[in-house]
């Protein structure tokens, strides 16, 4: 009988005196003297790696084990003792070893050294076997269990909303378009490409947002939220744009603004908590190698009430700041990235979130305050990063939404169905959106929105 | 101080003689010789609605609460009180009841009768404020995270694998284009289009399956598994197929095929326990009004284990039938939705698990069986739906599968990275797949899958 265990089971458990099994691939051999030899295996279930000690009396000790190299995959079965050497409580006394994969050294890409992240993208195949890849993935997997586990707990319920969309959310111009006609061979009619030939039997374009489909549910269930993928074809090579990205949105009936930036910040808060106390090792990682302020940056999201500001005063705190801005600031101009970053990490050194913008600048679905100027919208500014996360109370009332819809110049029947949640059983609603590569960018001090991302699409890449 | 409950919570803890605050839609109203007035509110918490009691004192009640029709908006504030009306154990009695929004019975779409599901879809906006269709919502968000917890406690990490995908899955013909460009004036080159200047630099398409990209991460974490959209561009207008779909795909290493089916028929057990569990009320609606045989249906799934057969003597059981089925069956055919029907429904009368199918008839990445005939796969057959989950053990030999990829004329080149997994640190893995809507249309028993995901996408039909 095997007893497989996985290796984060192992250094947890400290099964002592017990004969178990690992599977896994190999990290480093290092040979003492022709008597045995130690052998780093990770099998990917946490950050360390066990060692195993493989003695020169295994039958296969010079025909195989001394041949082992970085990658290759095995078999070890044997018995957990205490180690005697630093770094670990527990090794593995190596009884047989078998090898399930060669990875010749020659032509294996991944050799112990540290290699460019830019490197590691065009091996994006093999990169999550590094120490940090693997590691990020790790925190990516347990950060979507915790945004599921949040909104469980708080009553809310998930919606998938559509990937593929007919409707042209704020008639956003940068979306893809999804076809299944033959682009070598388009029909046409009177001159134009017939998508009433094409499948859906019209045009249809990759989503940029839940949070209409996510509207209807609310209007509903009550409180739902999406986690799903979604698409910008914009132009943008930066570190911080994807082409594929994938959003967060709740969206709550009976909620206002005031609760829509209470449960914004609960959540962030539960998130940090959550890898804090369920990826210590990969957070360690990412401090030591990454980004040295991590652990501060996190405490200061933990520790603190998220400072709230209206528009109106982040543009005063803007022009009394003394300083020459790239953007110049006045009231009705929409806050660029160096003043978001002035208010989070000069001005308060902390969480900000600034709300009541200007309805000028801001979508027709927002609500328009009492003023007549301002929109119920608000935007979370993290140091270090600047908007995480960006919501609003939804526009209720029907005679005002269809008159910003008429303002935004949209088309107002093709946002029937919308107005229809207006027109029937209306209920104060307010929601927000987060990119999940941006939160995930904040976590593990990753500087490149690449390395978060399994497989990252951006202008003129999309490997796989 | 408002004490704002949701329904659920208050017909759980019953928290007599409190002061406690609703807010939801009016299902009825019925009217007491003008003393006062029940009304049954749903605030999407929960199937059941809440009792209110509304007073003809309340100083509303003629303007307001005689007005009320369903599916207006409201909020309820009062005290909860031992109900002596059957049905419910506790009422609310209204101190305050205020309308955020009305429902005009001349124009509101759903009155207090049953529609037909067909109707329902032609409004997808307001069809989850319907009995059936909330319950359905409810259900499918309870699974979805009993997907994630189950992967969870089984020592799974979550992998997103690409929506946009530029690799060509098998091959297959029926894929969606994702294009940024210009249909109207797309940009040719030696007479074809010039995909090279298109967003990624050439031709990509919506994924059709992640499992290859799953297989990456398998081969660095152990255990991952995606569950993400997936499309297919195939013009079948069924009951059972949608061209978005949303799939789960667990991909293990160091796995082979009985390891596989164990799990997969544990995570089975796992989600149906769940439901029954977390849904009663769901199910018990879907077990009276949508299908009878539900209850019994599941149970079945829970209390037995599942059979497990070959597909040589499958195909012997299809012979030994008497009977004529539409598609005769010989050995090396593919199993038809008949013959998985009889076999799971007239001679098991269980779950069936058929594996080790010939070769020709399946995937090129499925591990060939040392008779050089049959591959290790497997497809789970549930009674009343087909076929539920389809997964095999992988080839992790580079040269076997080499052969397999020249073998179905695919270009080996464009599966350098795939054979990469296999040159360096393979190890045996294998996985499964399992549509969520069709799991879905199992647990509910709705008989069309344009009901179990809240908005469809068909051949002709991409609302909203």
Redesign the interface.
Known sequence: MSN?L?I??ILQTKPLGEQVEI???LRTRRDSKGEFSFLEIN???CLANLQVIADRSLPNYPTEVLKLTT???I?VAGKIAASPGQGQAVELQAKTIEV?????AE??P?QKKRHSFEFLRKI???R??TNS??AV??V??AL??AV?QFF?EQ?F???????????DCEGAGEM??????D??N?PRQNG??AFEKD????A?N?TVSGQ??AE??A?????VYTF??T?R?E?SNTSRHL??F?MIEPEM??CDLAEDMALAEKFLKYLVGYALDHCADELDLFGRFIEKDLPRRLANVLDHDFIRITYTEAVKFLQDAGRAFEFPVHWGTDLQSEHERYLSEEVFKRPVIVYNYPKTIKPFYMRVNDDQQTVAAMDILFPGIGEIIGGSQRE?RYEQLALRISEAGLNQADYD??L?????????HAGFGMGFERFMQFVTGMANIREV???P?T??????
């Not at 893809?176 to 006609?181: P, Q, S, Y």
């Not at 229809?420 to 104060?428: I, N, Q, T």
């Open positions: 497989y996985r984060r089971q599977r896994g691939w099998d990917g279930s990658g290759c995959s078999r399930y994969g060669w990875a010749p032509s294996y991944l994006a195949h093999l999550p076997r890849m693997g993935a790790r990516r997997s979507a269990f599921h469980r009553d319920f998930l919606v998938h909303t559509p990937i593929i969309t007919t409707s893809f378009t999804v076809t299944a006609l682009l070598e388009l134009r490409v499948f859906f039997g019209r249809a990759l209409l489909e209807i549910y209007l509903a269930l009550g409180k799903g993928p698409f074809a132009n082409a594929e994938w009936s009976f209720e169905w919308y229809d949640l207006r027109r029937f059983g209306s209920a104060p991302i399994p497989f699409r202008p003129g890449s999309a490997l796989f």
